[in-house]
């Protein structure tokens, strides 16, 4: 199968916005091309085609482009009907698109932050990042009590696409950290949803792999810690 015409993403292997376009793309089943993006060096083409915050994901559809995860989930949700990511139910979309905002806005700076520092800082941020999760748990108690696998539903979702994509990062900070974020005791529910959505195929083929990206993320841990001693 060749890719639709003209459909490219630009990416970076690290980025878990990105692996949320390449996991919607692939559960709908539609052909694309990659384009791997250097951060530290941006293609004329990347900085031509979001030249708003000049970053990943942009996806180019026959020339044209979109830019922000989010806002490219709902394109590709609204352009390729087949397998549909959200739920018909309106108030059941609302609620999706509540959590995922909840997610960027909420636990992923909290996430992204504890990766950079220590001592008495690094021990309050990581309460704030367990009183996130602890209310992602109840987002999945309360708000989507189905007993499906997956947040809303038998198969992923756009949830299960947005917060999964960023699997492999939180399992590297968690490592890199020393920390446990997702316990058993405390979040049961989530431990099971990570536990159906590693083993899926799409996901295994999709995420980034584990000790590459731990790698890249002790190092920038070292860079941030050491220029915060001098
Ligand atoms: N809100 C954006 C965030 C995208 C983002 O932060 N991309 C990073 C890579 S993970 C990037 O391109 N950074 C380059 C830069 O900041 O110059 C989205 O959801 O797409």
Not at 62 to 67: E, F, M, Q, R
Not at 146 to 154: I, K, L, V
Not at 172 to 179: D, N, R, S
Request: net charge negative; charged share 30%.
């Amino acid at each position: 199968m060749g890719s639709v015409k003209g459909l490219k993403l630009h990416g970076m292997w690290a980025s878990s916005f990105c692996i949320r376009v390449e996991l919607a793309l692939k559960l709908k089943g539609i052909p694309y091309e990659y384009v791997e993006e250097d951060l530290e060096n941006k293609s004329q083409m990347l900085v031509h085609y979001n030249p708003v915050y000049k970053k990943v994901p942009v996806l180019i559809d026959d020339g044209k482009s979109i830019a922000e995860s989010m806002v490219i989930l709902e394109y590709i949700e609204d352009k390729w009907k087949d397998y549909p990511l959200l739920p018909e139910d309106l108030y059941m979309r609302a609620k999706v698109q509540f959590w995922a905002k909840f997610f960027d806005e909420k636990l992923l700076p909290s996430c992204h932050s504890i990766a950079r520092i220590e001592g008495e800082e690094l021990e309050k941020g990581i309460n704030e990042l367990l009183e996130n999760v602890r209310t992602l748990e109840e987002c999945l108690e309360k708000d989507f009590s189905g007993g499906t696998p997956f947040f809303h539903g038998e198969r992923p979702g756009f949830l299960d696409i947005v917060i999964g994509a960023s699997f492999s990062a939180y399992k590297a900070i968690e490592e890199a950290v020393g920390v446990q974020l997702v316990d058993p005791q405390r979040v049961p529910l989530l431990v099971s949803w990570f536990s159906a959505l590693k083993d899926l195929p799409v996901f295994k083929d999709t995420l980034t792999p584990h000790d590459k990206l731990l790698c890249r993320i002790k190092s920038f841990r070292e860079k941030a810690l050491k220029s915060q001693r001098v």
